[in-house]
């Protein structure tokens, strides 16, 4: 039979994201690899689904998704365990959400891709930027109302996190600045999002290693490049 859902991605890509939040509720989908080395997410094939030629897609019964945030809020309500119903809860959930969509991953962005903001000097922007991201994660440490922060358990706002903790580690030129451990409960986070079994599928599907969001190394994925 096949499974209604089915997810564009590239390894260790937004799509990662999507990934984890499925994984997490045990939703079947298929995956369908985009070619990043062969740029295939500027295909024309692939612009039909989503005109900005980002990563990641999911195709669903109420159409085409895309945009990451708005995905991860279609699986919560489409499947428990992933957002509360309703209440001041899930109304800080949604914050926090949107605040990841809308602030810390744009902001990512712009550290690992500076030439598509800037016509001056990438690194410069770079410099800025991650002071930025810094302060936003200070903010994020401090949250008083983000419990899912410290829950052992998978949410929708806390797929979104995981990997862009891991990415921060990674990429974006030089690594060194990066300390998780200037925001402990962060680093607490990460290292709980290590041990949810969607993370172990993870680990298989786009070859993320042993410690994958507290300790990340770059992947070796059995498909695919991560650009």
């Known amino acids: 039979m096949t499974s209604p ?9 937004a799509s990662l994201c999507v990934r984890l939040a499925l994984d997490a509720v045990g939703a079947p989908y298929e995956t369908v690899l985009v070619d990043r080395a062969a740029r295939g997410q500027k295909s ?14 999911l195709e669903t019964p109420d159409g085409v998704l895309f945009e990451t945030g708005a995905i991860l809020l279609w699986v919560a309500d489409h499947h428990a365990g992933l957002l509360p ?7 800080a959930a949604l ?16 550290l690992f891709y500076p ?33 899912w922060l410290d829950s052992q358990q998978p949410s929708a706002p806390a797929c979104y996190l995981a ?35 969607a993370t172990a599928i993870a680990q298989t ?18 498909e695919g490049s991560t650009t």
């Not at 859902?5 to 890509?13: G, I, M, S």
């Not at 001056?120 to 200070?138: C, F, K, P, W, Y």
Request: charged content about 15%; proline content about 11%.
């Open 5 to 13: 859902l089915r997810l564009h991605y590239a390894p260790d890509n």
């Open 44 to 57: 024309q094939r692939y612009l039909a689904l989503n005109p900005n030629g980002l990563i990641p897609v």
């Open 85 to 91: 119903l309703r209440g001041p809860d899930r109304a």
């Open 95 to 110: 914050k926090w959400l949107f605040w990841l969509s809308n602030t810390l991953h744009p902001t990512c962005r712009m």
């Open 115 to 147: 030439d598509q903001y800037t016509s001056g000097d990438a690194e410069a922007l770079r410099v800025t930027t991650r002071e930025r991201i810094m302060a936003q994660l200070i903010i994020l440490n401090a949250a008083h109302d983000a419990p």
């Open 163 to 197: 990997p862009m903790l891991r990415w921060l580690a990674l990429y974006g030129g030089d690594t060194a600045w990066f300390d998780l451990a200037r925001t402990p409960r962060l680093l607490a986070f990460a290292v709980a999002a290590n041990t949810w079994s």
């Open 205 to 222: 599907t786009e070859g993320l290693g042993p410690t994958p969001f507290s300790a990340p190394h770059l992947p070796h994925p059995p």
